[in-house]
């Protein structure tokens, strides 16, 4: 059965940030991922992580200035400097939080000369925290037009040319269903190189037992293939997080 963790960044958003803790672990989870940490001490979030008795299983980078601002500085030619500046602050955030994964978005770019930026900057942030374990992720353009990572197979390229061993390939099956159409196919083909999953219907992004993607399958599919990481509700509930949470109870 898959480990699942819950997005508190799109889940129990019925409560205050820091009371979504207790609410998750209420439901269920064991383990929780944050989009953009950044905007809360550190500190405040490890005492509510530690009072639900959860883990804390990703982050993203950068912070914060998420809602109209950029997605992610890490394939932006001339953006390397705040890449790392974010990056660090990401560092410091999974330190104290005892994060698994930091994901490293690539931002809104094209061209040969974006993925050679890319690939410099996570040679850089591998080398510099060989103990913290990192994910790229492909996002599809329709939710964020222009994002230089959408593509399965450049996500394949930038892996082997870093070839780094704390980089992973972060599998979203709501992104790989809009970029692919056919999220087992896209499991089979890249699956082996994913340290994180993230889970949503599709179309519209809510529960993952509403929609084109066939859950039940998926988690047989990665349960088979002996995946160990954890998959994480990444949604936005359609009727209240608790209301939807039928998924959560037929998967275990």
């Known amino acids: 059965m898959p ?5 508190l960044s799109m889940l129990f958003k019925e409560y205050p940030f820091l009371e979504r ?5 209420k439901a269920g989870f064991q383990n929780v991922e944050i989009l953009f940490p950044y905007d809360i001490s550190a500190r405040d979030i490890l005492v509510a992580m530690r009072e639900a008795k959860l883990d804390l299983a990703l982050i993203n980078t950068p912070p914060p200035n998420w809602t109209g601002g950029d997605r992610g500085f890490a394939a932006i030619p001339g953006g390397e400097e705040r890449f790392r500046h974010d990056f660090k602050r990401a560092l410091r955030y ?16 094209d061209g040969p000369e974006a993925k050679e930026t890319l690939i410099e900057n996570l040679n850089w942030a591998t080398q ?17 037009p222009g994002y230089f990572l959408n593509c399965f197979d ?31 196919g896209t499991w089979v083909k890249h699956g082996h190189r994913a340290g994180h999953i993230q889970i949503a219907g599709a179309p519209g992004r809510h529960e993952p037992d509403n929609g084109d993607i066939d859950y039940p399958a998926f988690f047989r599919q990665i349960e088979a293939d002996g995946y160990q990481g954890r998959v994480s509700a990444e949604y936005h509930p359609a009727n209240g997080t608790a209301k939807g949470l039928g998924w959560l109870k037929a998967a275990q």
């Open 3 to 7: 480990v699942f963790a819950a997005n």
């Open 21 to 25: 803790f207790a609410a998750a672990r």
């Open 94 to 109: 999974a330190d104290v939080l005892g994060a698994q994964m930091i994901h490293v978005m690539s931002g809104v770019a």
């Open 128 to 144: 510099l925290a060989p103990k913290q374990h990192l994910t790229i992720e492909p996002i599809n353009t329709t939710d964020i």
């Open 154 to 184: 450049l996500a394949a390229d930038i892996l082997d040319a870093v070839a780094a061993p704390n980089l992973a390939l972060q599998f979203d099956a709501y992104h790989a269903h809009m970029i692919t159409g056919d999220v087992l």
